[in-house]
């Protein structure tokens, strides 16, 4: 028997996890390099998740249940005195990362998933990639898969110029427990996804699992994420430590400064309904995200493909940055599977999931245009960034077209 085809994945996280699940169903020898050297199990907030995230699970061999996400049945405008002024039964899918991650995470063989790797290069030759690590270790493989997020080291070594683009607002997100939210809240809010629509901002909440995915009411959890037109100077200001350090695009919440946390607070006073507001003032650590979106033009440069976060970043809007990377992995190997020539199928991957990740990015632009026009002269807007219709955004919210509900019968059998 021959020996089976070796792959390197760079980034032990959903994308990457995904991958090397599928592979190695595949037949393949694939093995996991994390930078982390602990768990990556603390990581977000909410999140909204996808049949097609589901689904990709279901085909790894995790069992999949009810308790992976919270459904609400309907997705509703809350005017500025908390009120509902628009009702559609659309449902929602409220998810959280240790959900997803741990069970990938503890299905997939410790051996083959090395932390405290950073990738710092790669090399090919014609039919041969090899990944160079900080610790000056060398290994060769088949293919590389460059599963290493939005920041992605590979992709900046093939293309140093593209990086994640500024849209000109930034999200605070926040996470309560269903017990300490306030009681109009608990009698109002959990069945739905909530749509505020403040001036020139925008609010999202809902409810999603609880601790250990309890689903039970009672013991869910209720996000928001409040996306809030704001200036470079002022990002970079909040993204800056008390030591005058700059964080970048997030920034660790206890680095936080306070001001910015008691202005946010303030500001819920007066611009979200008394219920939200009252639901912001008591979530205990807000975390703080500059809203970006990122397209490489290219997918795979030799034996070497990008999956998930490093080739494409949506914006929060679609709800997709775990489904789309698990349809990467998902679109890499059933394009590997239907050929032995690895460079045609990595060519049919790139076409495949280009036009995906574009599509989606564009949807989220769309989405995210008028919070974005808000910054610029009302001469220079144009399309969705000059007027909002909210009852068809919330019509439009998500990747309708690209992702779907998620129907649990289907894992019950
Ligand atoms: C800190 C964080 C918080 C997030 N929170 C949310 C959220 O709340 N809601 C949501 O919808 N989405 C969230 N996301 C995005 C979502 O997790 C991703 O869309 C999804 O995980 C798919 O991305 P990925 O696997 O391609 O990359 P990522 O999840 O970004 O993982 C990339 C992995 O590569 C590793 N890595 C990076 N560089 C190297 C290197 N040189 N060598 C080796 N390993 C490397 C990183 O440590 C990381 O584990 C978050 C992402 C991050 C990083």
């Known amino acids: 028997m021959s020996k089976p085809r070796r792959a390197l994945i760079i980034g032990g996280s959903i994308g990457g996890l995904c991958a090397a699940h599928l592979l190695r169903q595949a037949g393949w020898d694939a ?50 005195k ?70 992605s080291t590979v992709r900046r070594q093939f293309m140093p110029d593209v990086a994640p683009r500024p849209a000109g607002y930034i999200a605070w997100r926040g996470l309560i427990d269903e017990k300490d939210m306030p009681p109009a809240g608990q009698a109002t809010l959990l069945d739905y996804c909530a749509f505020s629509f403040p001036e020139g901002e925008m609010v999202v909440s809902l409810a999603v699992p609880g601790l250990n995915n309890d689903t039970r009411p009672g013991h869910r959890r209720y996000y928001f994420i409040w996306y809030r037109p704001t200036d470079a100077e002022t990002q970079k200001a909040m993204f800056t430590d008390a030591s005058g350090k700059h964080h970048g695009l997030s920034i660790p919440p206890p680095l936080m400064r306070p001001e910015f946390i008691a202005e946010m607070k303030a500001a819920a006073v007066t611009n979200l309904s008394p219920v939200l507001a009252d639901i912001v003032q008591r979530v205990p650590q807000p975390l703080l995200q500059a809203i970006t979106d990122m397209e490489a033009p290219q997918l795979v440069f030799g034996r070497v493909a990008l999956l998930g976060d490093s080739a ?102």
């Open 312 to 413: 494409f970043v949506a914006r929060p809007h679609v709800a997709a940055g775990t489904s789309k990377a698990a349809l990467d992995a998902v679109g890499l190997v059933e394009a590997l599977a239907e050929t032995d020539d690895i460079d045609t199928a990595l060519l049919r991957y790139e076409r495949e999931r280009q036009a995906f990740g574009r599509a989606l990015i564009g949807h989220s632009r769309y989405l995210g245009a008028y919070l974005e026009g808000q910054l610029k002269p009302e001469s220079e807007r144009s399309g969705a960034e000059l007027t909002r219709d909210p009852c068809q955004l919330i019509r439009d919210y998500g990747a309708p077209r690209q992702l779907h509900d998620i129907d649990f019968t289907r894992f019950e059998t």
């Open 82 to 151: 908390g009120d509902v002024a628009f009702d559609i039964p659309r449902a929602s899918n409220g998810s959280a990362w240790a959900i997803i991650y741990l069970p990938l995470r503890a299905a997939f063989p410790s051996d083959r998933y090395r932390t405290g790797m950073n990738l710092t290069q790669v090399e090919q030759s014609t039919d041969k990639v090899t990944a160079i690590f900080a610790d000056g270790s060398r290994e060769e493989a088949d293919l590389l898969i460059a599963a290493d997020g939005v920041f």
């Open 31 to 80: 093995t996991i390099f994390e930078r982390s050297a602990g768990d990556l199990a603390d990581r977000g907030a909410g999140l909204g998740i996808s049949s097609e995230l589901l689904e990709t699970m279901h085909r790894i061999g995790i069992k999949i249940d009810r308790t992976f996400a919270f459904k609400g049945t309907r997705s509703v405008w809350l005017d500025q």
